[in-house]
């Protein structure tokens, strides 16, 4: 009888200590924000916007997205205001790159994942196998399920089209007004980080710890809707 | 209609059916074990309620499996989920945990069966008396890490969900806690619904067992599901907003009010006090405070899962 529970310690114990092993082995590199050599941003001027969905048309051809799901959306708001000073608001609803991505973190085969070179949140869509983990993780729900791969989809800067080819996302290349702005935040010098610098922007759901990468420039003064 | 479907909701009721079929599997295995060590001491293998957590642990796992890989948007493409492995995935090292235990249960099995099993091969394999004879020589390790990974499969179920942050009230560090509790409370249930069944004896010492584990296990499920939800309320916010969501008035709020806290807890409770006090347990009482205490954890399961997805971070 004491051998048997003398054994069964055993066991037990060196289970606990390899776990626990693994997971402070784990928790140092936790508090740091992944090494890229780019950090790719976009920065989206709400007082530009007009809500024309030129972007989320060019997204759509660019990347060739079906047209029952969509990765880029301008959600409409409004009116506010009293006629004739009326006013709509336009939010971005696409992926935010977060730098520490709920989705990268439940996906169980890694399918989701942050690009080491540029910072941006992709999907090997090969690896996914379409448990939708990452759907339900993502606090801003811009995820889906692509109907011709059956994998999970979502914004990525371009990344397999026009930034292989050199040029702007799709999106900032279409808009009329200018609201858009692509650029690096390693690079000091890039006019997004000068404009980053220059004006108050926000970031939506901050205090989830995401740390997003998608800025906005708010549209109007005055929050609270009558 | 509209109870099940809401516009942020992601995972349906088949990931709810895997949930509970998870939690009755390490519930199962974990009071078999129980049983084994603490109540029958001899002969495990002749006793109903071991032999119908025995049956139950392997095909509410295999079945829960099934259902969650028939629920992929690649159902063949499941393979990819054992080859490649994130380590920061709760997901990840849940089908980890899923598949040592699954291994460790079976041997386990074949420990608890042994003289079924030598027996059989006497005739047929008798290499097979080998396995058998280094299975009970490593009986307390393997015994020791099942226990360890059926309380560890029972608290992930919880996890899973925990590991959301766009849900409040999933995101909630009770949750794993209140899915052990309920996953036990389910594999003592239907250990004990399966071992009437294969008719065991409904007055035995086992039944007596469960049912003096079971009395505590529900008091402290109640003080959970309190603390859960005082937990959101007190949080304030969208926290305050999804607890207020799913505990109103509605369709949830009633499989809430009525289905698990009365059918699901309160009568249980009831039963397995009434039980105690009085000296004779009958067929009927047991199969039926079992089925109230299944039906009960199933309908948490679905309740969580759904009201959980209501309410956005």
Redesign the interface.
């Known amino acids: 009888m004491d051998n048997i529970r003398r054994q069964f310690i055993k066991g037990g114990t060196a289970l606990v200590a390899a776990t626990s092993l693994y997971l402070l082995h784990d928790a140092g590199a936790q508090e740091e924000l992944p090494q890229t050599k780019k950090r790719y941003a976009l920065l989206h001027d709400e007082t530009k916007c007009i809500g024309c969905n030129a972007c989320a048309e060019a997204c759509r051809l660019t990347n060739q997205v079906p047209q029952e799901v969509a990765r880029l959306r301008i959600e409409r708001t409004g009116p506010y205001g009293e006629f004739p000073d009326q006013y709509y608001r336009f939010t971005r609803v696409s992926c935010q790159h977060c730098e520490e991505a709920p989705c990268v973190n439940v996906c169980p085969t890694g399918a989701a994942n942050i690009d080491r070179s540029t910072g941006i949140v992709s999907v090997n869509s090969w690896k996914c196998v379409g448990c939708q983990y990452c759907i339900a993780a993502c606090p801003y729900h811009i995820r889906f399920i692509n109907p011709v791969t059956h994998a999970a989809d979502k914004c990525d800067f371009c990344k397999e089209t026009n930034l292989r080819e050199g040029k702007q996302p799709a999106c900032v290349m279409a808009c009329p007004t200018g609201a858009l702005m692509f650029g690096d935040l390693e690079d000091p010098h890039s006019k997004i980080v000068a404009a980053l610098n220059s004006q108050p922007v926000y970031r939506a759901k901050e205090d989830l710890g995401t740390h997003p990468k998608l800025f906005r420039i708010r549209a109007k003064a005055g929050e609270v809707s009558l | 209609m509209s109870a099940f479907h809401s516009e942020?909701l992601?995972?349906h009721w088949p990931i709810a059916f895997y949930l509970f079929l998870a939690g009755v599997s390490a519930g199962a295995m974990f009071f078999a074990v129980l049983l084994k060590h603490l109540c029958v001491k001899d002969s495990p293998h002749l006793s109903g309620y071991i032999r119908a957590a025995c049956l139950i642990a392997p095909v509410t796992v295999m079945a829960g499996l099934g259902i969650?890989v028939t629920d992929?948007?690649?159902p063949l493409?499941?393979w990819?989920?054992l080859?490649?492995?994130?380590?920061?995935?709760?997901?990840?090292v849940g089908?980890m945990i899923l598949l040592v235990y699954t291994v460790l249960m079976f041997m386990w099995i074949a420990l608890v069966m042994r003289p079924y099993i030598d027996e059989w091969s006497e005739m047929h394999l008798p290499w097979l008396q080998k396995i058998t004879q280094w299975l009970s020589n490593i009986?307390?390790?393997?015994?020791?890490?099942l226990v360890?990974l059926s309380l560890s499969l029972g608290a992930y179920t919880g996890f899973l969900l925990s590991?959301?942050?766009?849900?409040p009230m999933l995101n909630n560090p009770v949750l794993p806690i209140l899915f052990l509790l309920s996953g036990l409370s389910s594999g003592a249930a239907s250990s004990l619904l399966g071992g009437v069944l294969l008719h065991g004896n409904p007055d035995s010492r086992e039944v007596k067992f469960i049912h003096k584990i079971e009395i505590p296990l529900i008091l402290v499920e109640i003080v959970v599901i309190f603390t859960f939800f005082m937990g959101l309320v007190l949080t304030g916010g969208q926290s305050k907003i999804a607890a207020m969501n799913a505990l109103g008035f509605g369709f949830w709020g009633a499989v809430f009010w009525f289905g698990i806290l009365v059918i699901g807890l309160s009568v249980p409770l009831a039963m397995n006090l009434f039980m105690t006090a009085t000296a004779k347990r009958r067929w009927a009482y047991v199969a039926a405070t079992a089925s109230c205490s299944l039906l009960g954890v199933l309908m948490l399961r679905h309740f969580i899962l759904y009201t959980g997805?209501l309410t956005?971070?």
Request: hydrophobic share 45%.
């Open positions: 942020y992601v995972w969650l992929l948007t690649k493409e499941f990819k989920i080859v490649f492995y994130n380590p920061t995935s709760v997901m990840s089908v009986e307390p390790t393997l015994t020791g890490i360890i590991a959301l942050p766009g849900y997805q956005i971070a």
